[in-house]
């Protein structure tokens, strides 16, 4: 078994869902070289936080955010956490219901995701600086 470990600095995006794959790969030049594997992504913050879900409809990130501002909403008497505003313990949460990291399948050298999926940088802050990843790749090599 072999193991491939990067760290990624993410460009900052403002708050949403957004759709990191192809920025992942392009960041990984060694993946082509794994014929069957796992690849482990973990993102390095407590407020923000990573998901698979569908990739090619726009809306499905909007309806993500909008759900997850109704679940947790930004309101002061709710919390007692919040030394760096109103998004702060909101962001915590809303980490913690989707978590840090994903896996995905690797398979000739590529990420072996479902035709309509993509790894998602869900960003809960209002302004956030860029994010932090590692992606470490276990697997076996041609």
Same mark, same amino acid.
């Given at each position: 078994?072999?193991?491939l470990?990067?760290?990624? /600095?993410?460009?900052?995006?403002?708050r949403?869902?957004?759709?990191?794959?192809?920025?992942?790969?392009? #960041?990984i $030049?060694?993946? $082509?070289?794994?014929?069957?594997g796992?690849?482990?992504?973990?993102?390095?913050?407590?407020?923000? #936080?990573?998901?698979?879900?569908?990739?090619?409809?726009?809306?499905?990130?909007?309806?993500f955010e909008?759900?997850?501002?109704?679940m947790v $909403?930004?309101?002061a %008497?709710?919390f007692?956490?919040n030394?760096?505003?109103?998004?702060?313990?909101?962001?915590?949460?809303? #980490? #913690?219901?989707?978590?840090? %990291?994903? %896996?995905? $399948?690797? /398979?000739?050298g590529?990420f072996?995701?479902g /035709?309509w999926?993509?790894? @998602?940088?869900?960003e809960?802050?209002?302004?956030?600086?860029?994010?932090?990843?590692?992606?470490?790749?276990?697997?076996?090599? @041609?």
């Amino acid at each position: 078994m072999e193991l491939l470990q990067q760290e990624i /600095t993410l460009k900052p995006r403002g708050r949403g869902f957004h759709l990191i794959t192809a920025e992942i790969l392009s #960041s990984i $030049p060694g993946l $082509p070289v794994f014929k069957a594997g796992i690849a482990h992504i973990h993102i390095k913050h407590t407020s923000a #936080s990573l998901t698979i879900n569908e990739n090619a409809d726009p809306t499905v990130r909007r309806d993500f955010e909008a759900h997850f501002n109704r679940m947790v $909403p930004e309101d002061a %008497s709710l919390f007692e956490h919040n030394y760096e505003g109103l998004d702060d313990m909101t962001s915590h949460l809303k #980490s #913690s219901i989707l978590g840090h %990291s994903v %896996s995905v $399948p690797v /398979t000739g050298g590529r990420f072996n995701l479902g /035709t309509w999926q993509g790894i @998602y940088l869900c960003e809960h802050r209002n302004r956030a600086r860029g994010r932090s990843l590692v992606v470490t790749v276990m697997g076996e090599r @041609y």
